[in-house]
């Protein structure tokens, strides 16, 4: 439940990020981390679609530039754009304005208004503060699927959707090489089993 859920100690540290919407609201946000890849996020899109869901892409940026056509097909089919850096890089390792530049070299691409998430959901809290103070909006998440885990089966990651899932949820999922597989075994079973137990699906405004 640690890593499904963020402890107590990162809410903490990142106060004024989004990590759960309206508790009082039947609703959650889908949410996609790491693409747009060609292996990945025409499926997701599809699933999607046949659900009628919107959901958030948070985009690497590198990943944008080199397939623009699935930039612009995310955004053409409705869905929430936002920014994961430009080369997928964790905070703790880069100064805080080298950091900051790879944010806004992603955000001249993506155009998102100024929407992010942090890989891996770290960063030093300079550029937390730096980012909130310049009117970004720090994305965070209320459930981690672990779809990237090479540990778990497509089983597992429904399971996670099932057992942590509640009003105000933000599930993260990634439309990514490492994901993929276990996506196209469980993602339209999770996201019906979602609809079948009221949720609605919001998107970040």
Not at 47 to 57: C, H, M, P, Q, R
Not at 127 to 155: C, E, F, K, P
């Amino acid at each position: 439940m640690i890593i499904e859920q963020p402890p107590r100690l990162l809410r903490w540290l990142f106060p004024h990020a989004l990590w759960r919407m309206d508790q009082s609201q039947r609703s959650v946000y889908l949410t996609f981390d790491d693409g747009p890849i060609p292996e990945a996020t025409p499926y997701v899109l599809d699933v999607l679609d046949s659900l009628d869901i919107k959901a958030t892409f948070f985009m690497v940026g590198e990943n944008a530039q080199r397939y623009p056509y699935l930039l612009e097909e995310v955004r053409r089919r409705g869905h929430r754009i936002g920014n994961h850096t430009h080369n997928h890089i964790g905070g703790f390792r880069w100064f805080s304005w080298k950091y900051l530049g790879n944010v806004q070299k992603a955000e001249d691409i993506l155009q998102t208004g100024k929407l992010f998430r942090p890989p891996r959901g770290w960063m030093k809290i300079m550029q937390y503060r730096v980012l909130r103070h310049t009117g970004w909006r720090v994305v965070m998440w209320d459930v981690v699927t672990r779809d990237y885990s090479n540990i778990l089966t497509a089983d597992d990651v429904l399971q996670n959707v099932k057992r942590y899932t509640r009003n105000g949820s933000i599930i993260t999922f990634h439309d990514s090489i490492k994901s993929i597989d276990k996506l196209r075994q469980m993602l339209p079973e999770a996201l019906s089993w979602l609809k079948e137990q009221g949720y609605e699906f919001k998107v970040f405004d």
